[in-house]
């Protein structure tokens, strides 16, 4: 049993001796990912000092002007992984195509998929932002993935992660046994094990999701958010929060349970949220720590993707929670 004083290494070290089949490959791979957010944290620590605020001008493959700091963590991620043996291709929210491994780098079984700066648009009024990541086996042979090796159902991941940089930077992941958090001790640079084996409340009184977007919700679903509002049965009231950042929003939820939703709208029923590197990594913890996600009728996690960049309602958090809001829009 990991603890408390552990360091990540340690900590992924030891879950790949407990798992007879690991080659050390994944371990490999989230070391290297803990390594570019490191860097990336200390950007973002001193992004309003080093001119790194702001936009750079040019709009991404979700119509979204680019943040410095978005390029800046695209570009840190790659190149922190593309070397290490371990990829044979990656997706980023940042770039329209799959994004090959260079021929001078060999390749390997898995592929990673990632945002590597979610809730950009907070970045120049210091609010907590993130990355996000998703681990899968490739699915076909030969040196080079494919977009094929990307459109796999959730349930396949083999890892998925978040790094919130938030008051404190953390580094929550899972490899499928438990969901584990690290706090970075910026005076050694290294994580630390703080939140072993993260279990999410049955319930919780926190609902969180954009407010301003009701009159573009179906009916069912302002019934249920009115609902929301009210008080519960034994008199009591729920909270509000919305941070507009999925990490930070999902992070409290995943810590301290309630719901969390981003949802489909009349005109726009497939919602904002990306499945393969926002959804589907943040079900797959929420599941391991024994919450739920739902697109509002299925698991996120049987979700068949058939485009990189495709988007799903969201529903994620307390397992009774989102029950309830599935039961709502049934
Ligand atoms: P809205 C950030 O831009 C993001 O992609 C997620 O991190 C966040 O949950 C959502 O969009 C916020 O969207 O429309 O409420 O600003």
Same mark, same amino acid.
């Given at each position: 049993?990991?603890?408390?004083?552990?360091?990540?290494?340690?900590?992924? =070290?030891?879950?790949?001796?407990?798992?007879?089949?690991?080659?050390?490959?994944?371990?490999?791979? $989230?070391?290297?990912?803990?390594?570019?957010?490191?860097?990336?944290?200390?950007?973002?620590?001193?992004? %309003?000092?080093?001119? @790194?605020? %702001?936009?750079?001008?040019?709009? +991404? #493959?979700?119509?979204?002007? #680019?943040?410095?700091?978005?390029?800046?963590?695209?570009?840190?991620?790659?190149?922190?992984?593309?070397?290490?043996?371990?990829?044979?291709?990656?997706?980023?929210?940042?770039?329209?195509?799959?994004?090959?491994?260079?021929?001078? =780098?060999?390749?390997?079984?898995?592929? $990673?998929?990632?945002?590597?700066?979610?809730?950009?648009?907070?970045?120049?009024?210091?609010?907590?932002?993130?990355?996000? =990541?998703? #681990?899968?086996?490739?699915?076909?042979?030969?040196?080079?993935?494919?977009? @094929?090796?990307?459109?796999?159902?959730?349930?396949?991941?083999?890892?998925?992660? *978040?790094?919130?940089?938030?008051?404190?930077?953390?580094?929550?992941?899972?490899?499928?046994?438990?969901?584990? %958090?690290?706090?970075?001790?910026?005076?050694?640079?290294?994580?630390?094990?703080?939140?072993?084996?993260?279990?999410?409340?049955?319930? %919780?009184?926190?609902?969180?999701?954009? !407010?301003? +977007?009701?009159?573009?919700?179906?009916?069912?679903?302002?019934?249920?958010?009115?609902?929301?509002?009210?008080?519960?049965?034994?008199?009591?009231?729920?909270?509000?929060? *919305?941070?507009?950042? $999925?990490? @930070?929003?999902?992070?409290?939820?995943?810590?301290?349970?309630?719901?969390?939703?981003?949802?489909?709208?009349?005109?726009?029923?497939?919602?904002?949220?990306?499945?393969? *590197?926002?959804?589907?990594?943040?079900?797959? $913890?929420?599941?391991?720590?024994?919450?739920?996600?739902?697109?509002?009728?299925?698991?996120?996690?049987?979700?068949?993707?058939?485009?990189?960049?495709?988007?799903?309602?969201?529903?994620?958090?307390?397992?009774?929670?989102?029950? !309830? @809001?599935?039961?709502?829009?049934?």
């Amino acid at each position: 049993m990991a603890q408390r004083g552990t360091t990540i290494e340690r900590h992924i =070290f030891e879950r790949q001796r407990a798992t007879s089949s690991a080659t050390g490959e994944l371990s490999g791979l $989230l070391q290297q990912i803990a390594t570019a957010s490191k860097i990336i944290n200390s950007k973002v620590n001193q992004a %309003g000092l080093a001119d @790194a605020l %702001g936009v750079t001008g040019e709009v +991404n #493959v979700q119509g979204e002007e #680019v943040q410095k700091l978005d390029e800046f963590a695209n570009s840190i991620l790659i190149r922190c992984v593309e070397a290490g043996g371990h990829l044979c291709c990656m997706a980023s929210e940042e770039v329209e195509e799959l994004i090959t491994i260079p021929d001078r =780098f060999t390749t390997g079984k898995y592929v $990673l998929m990632f945002d590597p700066l979610d809730g950009s648009t907070n970045i120049d009024v210091n609010i907590s932002i993130g990355t996000i =990541f998703s #681990v899968h086996k490739r699915m076909t042979t030969g040196r080079n993935g494919t977009v @094929a090796d990307c459109l796999q159902r959730g349930t396949e991941q083999v890892a998925a992660g *978040y790094v919130i940089y938030g008051s404190s930077t953390m580094f929550v992941y899972s490899t499928g046994e438990g969901v584990h %958090g690290f706090t970075l001790d910026p005076s050694v640079g290294e994580y630390f094990l703080s939140h072993p084996n993260i279990q999410t409340p049955k319930h %919780g009184k926190t609902y969180s999701v954009n !407010d301003a +977007n009701c009159s573009k919700w179906v009916d069912p679903l302002q019934a249920y958010v009115n609902r929301l509002r009210s008080p519960q049965a034994d008199g009591s009231l729920r909270s509000a929060r *919305y941070v507009g950042t $999925l990490v @930070a929003d999902f992070h409290r939820t995943l810590l301290k349970g309630g719901i969390f939703m981003y949802p489909g709208e009349k005109k726009k029923p497939e919602g904002k949220l990306r499945l393969l *590197y926002e959804a589907s990594p943040m079900a797959f $913890l929420a599941e391991r720590a024994g919450g739920a996600a739902s697109d509002g009728k299925r698991r996120i996690l049987e979700i068949v993707p058939d485009k990189l960049h495709q988007r799903t309602p969201l529903f994620i958090g307390s397992a009774e929670d989102v029950a !309830d @809001a599935v039961r709502s829009l049934g």
